[in-house]
């Protein structure tokens, strides 16, 4: 994720080489990595996904294949054009592409 | 506050170009973009001065409000421009947007959720962009450009048929829309109606008017609709039903209120400019045959010959020969 996102190394449990930011510690990492992190690491809280970009997308889809994930996320992040499995909370519904997921969401007013 | 401000921060290892012109601005992006790094060296720079190794450039004080005391903060700052980051948990809040009005500062707020209580135009919304592929050195580019005013009409080959014009505007706006579109016109009686109207359509090509200056807050969620449903629905944006009045040349305006607006619509007295351009038209055109009020269209105003003054200034591509 910190390759793919911030584009960046991990060089040691404390340090990041970004090619923008030189050597970086972990805290200057990206909103939307950081966040990514926590959701797969802790599962004791709920995660703010609208700190995540459009390219967070296939990462919190890819950890909610190996666990139950659930998010907090204030508007329509892109999730890409296949099919996958989202349960909209606040409603109980199921969606299962990026058409059924906005219209739910704006059907009904959730953001 | 008034004014249009260039804004140069940089270091040594990044660069930023940015150009702020009405009171709210909002940056968005993908993750990593760096719009918190742009915060980060405001703020280092307000706390540390030359000697943090940074360098802004502006004519306003720069500074960035966190969630520390921010009530106090905010309502002692005036003439400033304020950086908001998203972790910002007050950016919700009636109070701040309560605050925002009547404010003598401009601000700039990153955020991916839409503001609802925050007018704030279409063309203020921002995304990053690199300007040399070393990446060192980033400018803001608009999500909603001029092009966009008229978005997805490039998908459209020529000029658009609406089957279904929706308006925001249910008063004079809508009255005037319906002298140029007939029964093809519809009220949406508000801006967050404006998704159901179009969610509910059935009709092949619909063009959707909305008053730009203010419909930041909801143009992400329709766009995101349109493009993942397919709908032939044009979005034209112009700043406000007021300003096309203006635009028009129906009453004198001189040519810096419209193309100037940031030097005279004053950020403590309108939240936005469709307040202004209101105002400016109200107080202008009293005195005039042409006496403009919001909740019903002077009959001078539905003229065939000023209706088509206003045709004239829209864009030849919505307009039905």
């Not at chain 1, 996320?73 to 969606?95: A, P, Q, R, S, W």
């Amino acid at each position: 994720m910190i390759k793919d996102i911030d584009k960046s190394d991990v060089i040691g449990p404390k340090s990041i080489d970004s090619p923008f930011l030189g050597s970086i510690p972990v805290e200057r990492l990206s909103g939307g990595v950081k966040t990514l992190i926590l959701m797969n690491n802790d599962s004791e809280h709920i995660f703010n996904a609208s700190a995540c970009g459009d390219n967070c997308a296939k990462w919190i889809l890819k950890i909610a294949e190996k666990k139950d994930l659930i998010i907090r996320l204030g508007y329509l992040m892109d999730f890409g054009k296949d099919e996958f499995d989202i349960e909209i909370v606040n409603i109980g519904k199921t969606v299962h592409n990026s058409l059924e997921l906005a219209e739910t969401v704006l059907d009904n007013h959730l953001i | 506050m008034v004014g249009k401000f260039d804004i140069e921060i940089y270091n040594n290892r990044v660069h930023y170009f940015l150009t702020v012109k009405r009171n709210i601005t909002i940056l968005q992006g993908d993750s990593a973009s760096g719009k918190t790094e742009l915060i980060r060296l405001i703020g280092e720079y307000e706390a540390n001065g030359n000697s943090s190794g940074i360098t802004v450039k502006c004519s306003q004080k720069c500074t960035v409000l966190t969630n520390v005391d921010w009530e106090l903060r905010l309502s002692s700052m005036t003439q400033r421009i304020i950086f908001i980051d998203e972790t910002a948990r007050f950016l919700k809040a009636r109070s701040f947007a309560e605050m925002v009005r009547g404010s003598d500062n401009y601000f700039v707020i990153v955020s991916r959720d839409a503001l609802v209580q925050l007018p704030y135009s279409i063309e203020e919304i921002y995304g990053i962009r690199n300007v040399s592929d070393s990446s060192k050195y980033k400018t803001y580019k608009k999500v909603y450009n001029e092009m966009y005013k008229i978005y997805n009409l490039t998908d459209i080959n020529g000029a658009l048929e609406p089957d279904l014009v929706i308006t925001e505007d249910s008063n004079s706006g809508f009255e005037c829309y319906k002298l140029i579109y007939g029964k093809k016109c519809e009220a949406a009686g508000g801006k967050g109606n404006v998704y159901d109207c179009i969610r509910k359509s059935d009709k092949n090509n619909t063009l959707a008017i909305v008053d730009g200056a203010a419909f930041g807050s909801d143009v992400g969620k329709i766009m995101r609709y349109l493009s993942v449903s397919g709908k032939k629905c044009v979005l034209y944006a112009p700043e406000s039903f007021e300003f096309l009045l203006l635009k028009a040349n129906i009453i004198d305006v001189p040519k810096a209120v419209l193309d100037e607006t940031y030097d005279y619509a004053d950020s403590k007295r309108f939240m936005s400019w469709e307040e202004y351009y209101t105002d400016y038209l109200i107080q202008n055109s009293q005195k005039t045959v042409f006496k403009y009020a919001k909740t019903k269209l002077n009959e001078n105003y539905k003229s065939p010959k000023i209706i088509e003054k206003i045709k004239r200034i829209m864009p030849e591509q919505i307009i039905m020969k």
